[in-house]
């Protein structure tokens, strides 16, 4: 399966080799987060897909199972798989990793202002006083949270 990401750039790949009988519904019925995913998006009409590279696989399904589906639109959608935030070990900051949140990190106003500097310097922004984690996403362009890939603290 080919398309086109908008940071990866041309992707192809082998669903035979990377993606061999996925899951489509789980063994307790429910359906499984390729085609939910693929559902919720063509439900709510959504033309702009931003996720971590981790899933740079996900389109790949997504795309034969829309084919199967003939839900051919889905193939306008534009992906975004963007690099991940890592921890100083270098392992992916998640809910899956059971990574700590910010809170149970003690995560205080001087780790907070850090990182949110680290963000911007790494976008070639001046580092300024932005308070929380809404006022710098809304500071932002998408291609500046593309860009900012992965952030080791």
């Known amino acids: 399966i080919c398309w086109r990401d908008q940071v ?16 489509v519904r789980k063994k307790d019925g429910m359906a499984s987060y390729q085609i939910a995913s693929l559902i919720d998006d063509l439900q709510l009409g959504v033309t702009c897909i931003c996720r ?5 696989h996900s389109p790949a399904a997504q795309l034969y ?3 199967l589906l003939e839900k051919g639109i889905f193939s306008q959608t534009f992906f975004y798989h963007h690099h991940l935030l890592t921890d100083d070990t270098g392992e992916k900051l998640s809910k899956s990793h059971a990574s700590l949140s910010m809170y149970e990190t003690g995560y205080n106003s001087d780790l907070r202002q850090h990182l949110f500097n680290e963000i911007l310097q790494k976008v070639g922004r001046v580092p300024n006083s932005i308070q929380n984690a809404e006022e710098l996403g809304n500071s932002l362009s998408l291609n500046e949270i593309i860009q900012i890939g992965a952030i080791p603290f």
């Open 8 to 23: 990866m750039g041309e992707v192809d790949i082998s669903l035979y080799d990377h993606m061999r009988d996925f899951v």
């Open 52 to 56: 971590g590279e981790d899933l740079l």
């Open 65 to 67: 199972l829309a084919s």
